[in-house]
């Protein structure tokens, strides 16, 4: 697999005092389609292996915004594996309603052992690298 495909309404909360979506909650958009994608592969944002506890924190992420989004849209969030690593991923991100396409971004995520002296990085699992294809 090398996209993907969340659709999410823009709920009112996710609004500022202008009406339109908070920059932050792109990054929350994001993640949330990441979550899915990893979902769809039959894996999870935190999982456990061998006894061992894995996640994915982002050590990059930005976005470009250009139109707004606002309370109500129907929004699609396309995620494209840009990059697959041997122990990092990198998606790029559109934001898309109705065919336009409001803003994009990009994240990069590392697969990590967490550890009760912290963090680090390990080979994405087999089963979960096997699945994902890069563009």
């Known amino acids: 697999m090398r996209s993907f495909t969340a659709r999410r309404k823009v ?6 005092m202008g009406g ?11 993640e ?4 899915e994608f990893l979902e769809a592969l039959g894996s999870n944002v ?4 061998e006894g061992r506890q894995i996640s994915w924190p982002r050590v990059s992420v930005s976005c470009e915004y ?9 929004l ?3 995620l494209q594996v840009r990059r697959k690593g041997t122990k990092s991923m990198t998606y790029d991100f559109r934001f898309v309603r109705d065919g336009e396409e409001l803003a994009k ?7 990590c ?4 002296d912290g963090l680090r990085a390990i080979p994405i699992p087999d089963e979960i690298a096997g699945q994902i294809e890069e563009d």
């Open 66 to 74: 250009g139109s707004p989004m606002r309370f109500g849209d129907q």
């Open 11 to 16: 709920e009112f909360a996710d609004t500022d």
């Open 76 to 78: 699609e969030i396309q």
């Open 105 to 111: 971004g990009s994240m990069t995520s590392v697969c």
């Open 46 to 49: 935190v999982l456990w292996r």
């Open 20 to 30: 339109i979506v908070h920059f932050s909650k792109y990054f929350v958009y994001m």
């Open 113 to 116: 052992e967490v550890g009760s």
């Open 32 to 35: 949330t389609a990441e979550h």
